[in-house]
Structures are given as structure tokens and as C-alpha cells.
């Protein structure tokens, strides 16, 4: 993952948010499962899939471990999530 790709999530994921998170507490709520966090659902709605699955491996966090996060975000909050489906 570039430099450059994390910046733009990051941005992406905080923009709305006076709370900000760095790439370590994005990544930890996602792999704990802090659906209910803000931004967590940003990273699932409004992050590309290729640039989540980017993310995910660079953080250490499996394919089946994002799975599992975004279906449990995708049935807790309603909204489509590319990767429950």
C-alpha cells in the first residue's frame, strides 16, 4: 500500500468526523469489529473494495476478517457493503 492510497482513505474515512483516526486505530476497529464506529462505515462505504482488501493486508487483517466486519457492519446498519455480499 502506498503512501499516497492510505492518505486518501484516511481522508476519505475522517473527512466528515471531528474525531480522527490513524491507519493503526482504523485498522484495530476494524479487526475488533467496531461496526458501531463512524468510521469503520465510511471504510465500507465509500472506500473502494480493492482499496479496502489493500488496506486489510497491509494492517495484517485477512480477507475473512474484512469479510466478517463488513457483513456484520452491512447487517447492523442496513446499508449495502460490496464485500457481504
Known amino acids: 500500500m502506498t503512501k499516497a ?3 486518501a ?4 474515512v475522517n473527512a ?3 474525531t480522527i483516526l490513524d491507519a ?3 485498522a484495530l476497529a476494524i479487526s475488533k469489529h ?3 464506529l463512524a468510521q469503520v462505515g465510511s471504510f465500507f462505504t465509500e472506500t473502494p473494495v480493492d ?3 489493500v488496506f486489510a493486508e497491509a ?3 485477512s480477507k475473512a476478517e474484512l469479510k466478517a466486519t463488513a457483513i456484520e457492519f452491512a447487517n447492523w446498519s442496513g446499508q449495502p457493503v460490496v464485500l457481504a455480499a
Open 5 to 7: 492510497m492510505q492518505t
Open 9 to 12: 482513505i484516511l481522508t476519505t
Open 16 to 18: 466528515p468526523y471531528q
Open 24 to 26: 493503526g486505530e482504523l
Open 34 to 36: 467496531d461496526i458501531k
Open 51 to 53: 482499496a479496502q482488501i
Open 59 to 61: 494492517h495484517g487483517i
